[in-house]
């Protein structure tokens, strides 16, 4: 009799705690790739192929380490198409007597594994998964007789629970937060440190071959795929953005410049996300480098902030708001996704750039997904459970538990406030400042109005004016009503009457 240790696709870990105290010689560990999991969206192919490469390089791991592995490929004959089905069938395999798993990462798995007990009639042992800083109790406790969950008084707590960037009970710096100094424009002629690349093996071949055949209708192409899919790879590439990003990732965290896809980003979330590598390992490894006055504060400071503070802070989010909160549409927008989010193909550049990038790496920067993609839904009033279905299609670090909130959330503010404290809305003047996108663009970002204007600066008025009643009182949208007020009714008029002509064009 053996117990049954299923394994999810984000779930690469060695330290995992289902495996955690376990007798390798009385266990089986099941690995399954099941079309519910790749056919819930029309995932990116890169995505995909990262993915189940991934998985059957850790199974292999996971062998060489002395552990028994139960690895049901997409293309078995047998396979039932679902997760539960695969238990079923390896119950049978293998005489299981119990299972023990790590809990699942999302609503609809929770919900899957919730079933288990009942359905099968054996124990079923779910371990917390403590490759979070924070615990779901902690997080709810933190959220009790609040009345605004911010991220950075959740943030602080974080510093002082691991004592990253701390001396003592003080921050490193004297201060919490050096984002002012994260927001300058990037030069084209500062050498920039490209991601590494890692020509696919024999494993991943296969993969791609796999998912090129039975995804071809799928958004992207696997010629250039060079994700790392072993912890290996995933830790060499963490070295390189230690040694070579690492450096300026603070100052120009926020900028993007035309053709450049990574900056000084590190391009680890997929790696993290899937459990390859550990978020506080890599944390730890960014403070060694600015205690050996290798990188400067606001380079550590701000990873350590977005990895700690931001990643953990959205997961409380998740889990805090319930299943419900994907139907959150608190501006009630119903605007159906346009076309080119799927091809890229708009005269808009910034869109074309961010779009374009996704589409070759299954990859954009934070930026980049929250002031383009994010912000043009957000002013055109895309449905925000189809802005969200797009971003946990495309993107090969995307799960709904980080993936919902940040896009629902931060960037649609479909939630009304629980995550973010204001709409991420901005003008075309804000995607001036940051990149260098309008130089190249066939829209003119000084207009307003006319054949030429920028579409972002007549669709960013008539956000304003359209959501005047949900946004007037909130104290960080002063400005932008002040300015609205101020402005003479003729061009209020001319304003709006172009957003509503573009909208219209746009379907
Ligand atoms: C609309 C939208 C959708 C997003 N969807 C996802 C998603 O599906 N999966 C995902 O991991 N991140 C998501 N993010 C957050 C962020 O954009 C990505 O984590 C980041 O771009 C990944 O690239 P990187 O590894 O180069 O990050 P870097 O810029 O190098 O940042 C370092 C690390 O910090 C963490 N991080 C930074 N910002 C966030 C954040 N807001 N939330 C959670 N973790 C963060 C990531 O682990 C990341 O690897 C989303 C952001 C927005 C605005
Ligand atoms: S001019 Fe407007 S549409 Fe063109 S790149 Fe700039 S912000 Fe984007």
Redesign the pocket.
Known sequence: MALLIPIFGDQLSHGLSSLAGQDKKACVILMAEVDEETEYVPHHKSKMVYILSAMRHHANDLRSAGWTVDYVKLTDAENSGSFTGEIARAIERHKVSALCVTEAGEWRVKAMLDSWPDRFDIPVEIRPDDRFLCTHAEFESWTKDRKQLRMEFFYRDMRRKSGLMMNGDTPEGGQWNFDAENRKPAKRDLAMPAPLHFAPNAVTQDVIQMVERRFAGNMGETTKFGFAVTREDALRQQKHFLDHALPNFGDYQDAMLTGEPFLWHSILSPYINSGLLDPLELCRAVEVQYRAGKVPINAAEGFIRQVIGWREYVRGIYWHAGPEYVESNAFAATRPLPEFYWTGKTD????SQAIGQTIEHSYAHHIQRLMITGNFALLAGLNPKEVHKWYLAVYADAYEWVELPNSLGMSQFADGGMLASKPYAAS?AY??RMSD??T??S???KQRTGPKA???NALYWEFIARNERKLRKNPRMAMPYKNWERMADADKVALRAHAQQFLEKLG
């Open positions: 808009m550049h910034c869109l075309g995607i001036n996108y309008c190249h663009c829209y003119d970002v920028c579409p972002f």
